[in-house]
């Protein structure tokens, strides 16, 4: 089993729509989670950490379930700038901070 | 302020030859990470900083593959007798230790081709 599972998609959707990514993990000690954004071609910008019960950030909110060792991003409304792919990040415990990244999940908005 | 900065952007090289790729992270970041990218595939870690020493560097895939970070601030990644196989993006990233989110920040990267 893969380390970070994302489904890579693509997925389709028109403006407006809502779209929700999953991704799992397999170490169930990881402590801190993130979900990055990264356009095509250019280098992967944080979008949202993911904190213990989940936040929200305008038309995004992550959640994350322990039990269940999944982490998810839904995008309501979404924009034809919201088109990217979008990554998956799991920080395993201890002081090592070296980064699990999934492969990531690709998102065409379409007008 | 500034990003994290890297050069060249764009590095083409013959098999066999050495290169060296450069990053220049947030100011006041202590913590320096090198990834590689290839694509459709999430960031490859290869080395973490922590101020001047490796404190892991369990991602360089061999021993040609070699990184410095002298003075705790600039670093740079050094390739030797270059391979097809090394053609990637390399990004750097930078985080303030002390976050304990570890929210890293990345570079724009730099597009290796080794021909």
């Known amino acids: 089993r893969k380390e970070v599972e994302q489904d890579p998609g693509p997925f389709n959707v028109p403006e407006g729509a809502t779209v929700a990514f999953n991704c799992t993990y397999s170490n169930s000690a990881s402590q801190s989670f993130f979900w990055y954004r990264q356009d095509c071609r250019k280098e992967p910008k944080l979008l949202m950490s993911v904190y213990s019960s989940g936040n929200e950030d305008g038309r995004f909110t992550a959640q994350l379930n322990r039990a269940s060792q999944y982490i998810s991003l839904l995008i309501r409304d979404s924009k034809l700038s919201d088109s990217a792919t979008y990554l998956c990040v799991v920080n395993p415990t201890g002081n090592n901070r070296k980064l699990i990244w999934g492969l990531g999940t690709s998102l065409a908005v379409n007008p | 302020g500034a990003g994290v900065s890297q050069t060249p952007s764009n590095k083409v090289t013959e098999k066999g030859k050495y290169v060296e790729l450069r990053c220049d992270p947030i100011s006041g970041h202590t913590a320096l990470y090198w990834y590689r990218q290839s694509l459709g595939q999430g960031p490859e870690f290869l080395i973490y900083?922590?101020?001047?020493?490796?404190?892991?560097d369990s991602g360089l895939p061999n021993d040609r593959f070699f990184a410095v970070r002298p003075e705790g601030s600039v670093s740079t990644l050094k390739i030797q007798r270059t391979e097809r196989g090394d053609s990637a993006v390399y990004l750097c990233?930078?985080?303030?230790?002390?976050?304990?989110?570890?929210?890293?920040?990345f570079g724009p990267g730099t597009r290796l081709t080794v021909l």
């Open positions: 900083f922590q101020g001047t020493g490796a404190a892991d």
């Open positions: 990233a930078s985080s303030l230790t002390r976050s304990g989110y570890n929210e890293q920040f």
